[in-house]
T-cell receptor, first 115, second 113 residues
Framework: AQKVTQAQTEISVVEKEDVTLDCVYE???????LFWYKQPPSGELVFLIR??????QNEISGRYSWNFQKSTSSFNFTITASQVVDSAVYFCALTTQGGSEKLVFGKGTKLTVNP | AAGVIQSPRHLIKEKRETATLKCYPI?????VYWYQQGPGQDPQFLISFYEKMQSDKGSIPDRFSAQQFSDYHSELNMSSLELGDSALYFCASSFGQGNQPQHFGDGTRLSIL
């Protein structure tokens, strides 16, 4: 069975601070895919990144960066110089190859960036 | 770019009524997924379709059914609605299999009175 754990339920930071959202996953499959989605207060789910299990290279996209470490089964997400518009619930999710392609989500981390 | 279109955006029903939610995937996307998100919860997978055939089924009540049509749009039919069905219902679409990113619509907020 697949499982995603986001231990941080809520995080509050002040604008311009850096913040890291943790994600730990469990799966017995050797091929799997990890995702991050953002859900702002307006409610929609916005795709941020997809990473497959064979690509441990870290990725940076503007102020966003992702650190994938198979050794610790973690896929952490860092926002540099946070902004008020980053306030949202962030979900980490997992799918595996060869089985259902449904997304298994973590419980989400609610990030509040205060001015 | 065109996104996933869901209708209606909001729906209010009473217990024991029926509801139909519609989803129009991104053009050329052939896979559709339905998720249910309760208040303060993470989205839970309900059902998915690939090339108009059901590909997987999750925790979908027997009172719910869904299908994907020849134009790839999908409908989620919900009957004998219960208070616990109040939730945000998302449709997502992707192109092909292979764990491609699922792109979500804005959701339908269903409220049962």
């Amino acid at each position: 069975a697949q499982k995603v754990t986001q231990a941080q339920t809520e995080i509050s930071v002040v604008e311009k601070e850096d913040v890291t959202l943790d994600c730990v996953y469990e799966t017995r499959d050797t091929t799997y895919y990890l995702f991050w989605y953002k859900q702002p207060p307006s409610g929609e789910l916005v795709f941020l990144i997809r990473r497959n299990s064979f690509d441990e290279q870290n990725e940076i996209s503007g102020r966003y960066s992702w650190n994938f470490q198979k050794s610790t089964s973690s896929f952490n997400f860092t926002i540099t110089a946070s902004q008020v518009v980053d306030s949202a619930v962030y979900f980490c999710a997992l799918t595996t190859q060869g089985g259902s392609e449904k997304l298994v989500f973590g419980k989400g981390t609610k990030l509040t960036v205060n001015p | 770019a065109a996104g996933v279109i869901q209708s209606p955006r909001h729906l209010i029903k009473e217990k024991r009524e029926t509801a139909t939610l519609k989803c129009y995937p991104i053009p050329r996307h052939d896979t559709v997924y339905w998720y249910q998100q309760g208040p303060g919860q993470d989205p839970q997978f309900l059902i998915s379709f690939y090339e108009k055939m059901q590909s997987d089924k999750g925790s979908i009540p027997d009172r719910f059914s869904a299908q994907q049509f020849s134009d790839y749009h999908s409908e989620l039919n919900m009957s004998s609605l219960e208070l616990g069905d109040s939730a945000l219902y998302f449709c997502a679409s992707s192109f092909g299999q292979g764990n491609q990113p699922q792109h979500f619509g804005d959701g339908t907020r269903l409220s049962i009175l």
